[in-house]
T-cell receptor
Framework: EPEVTQTPSHQVTQMGQEVILRCVPISNHLYFYWYRQILGQKVEFLVS????????KSEIFDDQFSVERPDGSNFTLKIRSTKLEDSAMYFCASSDGGANEKLFFGSGTQLSVL | SQQGEEDPQALSIQEGENATMNCSYK?????LQWYRQNSGRGLVHLIL?????REKHSGRLRVTLDTSKKSSSLLITASRAADTASYFCATGVRDDKIIFGKGTRLHILP
């Protein structure tokens, strides 16, 4: 079965540094998402992306965050200046029907900000 | 604000028993989905029920939806040790936003 892949699986960074989390969604999907989960707790919506633009974003997704689909296959999440509270597991997901269909999730990137 | 709230937060049952988890939500929805997460892993889709449906089955899973009460339940019958995981409900609230609840941690005892 096709799957969403995320790299790296673990990322350690210093506070204030920029990080880029990478995702390769399922090839024929058109809707892309980023979620984060802190310490196995609630899964928080960050942003959705369709047709090369952000379609929805949460209050968490402030000016420090950006997303990009640079080459038609990758989908990236950039955090410009990381904070301690950005430490979390970040999940990428994709769908062929947006919020009307199921999401396929990657295995996540564990981000640790020191 | 959180859209979905699962109940209970944690549930321990004996293998072979049925497990029931509930989800309540606040706003109008297009659909409601249930996902499973094994510890530290990605979420896996289990079942989707649309707002005009009342019940849906998939293998040992049974999902109900009551839009008048803004609630859903997930029933896992004849539980197995491998069902130990966290279970999340997720609501599709607009065209491109799916909001997850806090999850129920299910532990199946041997």
């Amino acid at each position: 079965e096709p799957e969403v892949t995320q790299t790296p699986s673990h990322q350690v960074t210093q506070m204030g540094q920029e990080v880029i989390l990478r995702c390769v969604p399922i090839s024929n999907h058109l809707y892309f998402y980023w979620y984060r989960q802190i310490l196995g707790q609630k899964v928080e919506f960050l942003v959705s992306f369709y047709n090369n633009e952000i379609s929805e974003k949460s209050e968490i997704f402030d000016d420090q965050f950006s997303v990009e689909r640079p080459d038609g296959s990758n989908f990236t999440l950039k955090i410009r200046s990381t904070k301690l509270e950005d430490s979390a597991m970040y999940f990428c997901a994709s769908s062929d029907g947006g919020a009307n269909e199921k999401l396929f999730f990657g295995s996540g990137t564990q981000l640790s900000v020191l | 604000s959180q859209q979905g709230e699962e109940d209970p937060q944690a549930l321990s049952i004996q293998e072979g028993e049925n497990a029931t988890m509930n989800c309540s939500y606040k706003t109008s929805i297009n659909n409601l989905q249930w996902y499973r997460q094994n510890s530290g892993r990605g979420l896996v889709h289990l079942i989707l029920i649309r707002s005009n449906e009342r019940e849906k089955h998939s293998g040992r899973l049974r999902v109900t939806l009551d839009t008048s009460k803004k609630s859903s339940s997930l029933l896992i019958t004849a539980s197995r040790a491998a069902d130990t995981a966290s279970y999340f409900c997720a609501t599709g609230v607009r065209d491109d936003k799916i909001i997850f609840g806090k999850g129920t941690r299910l532990h199946i005892l041997p």
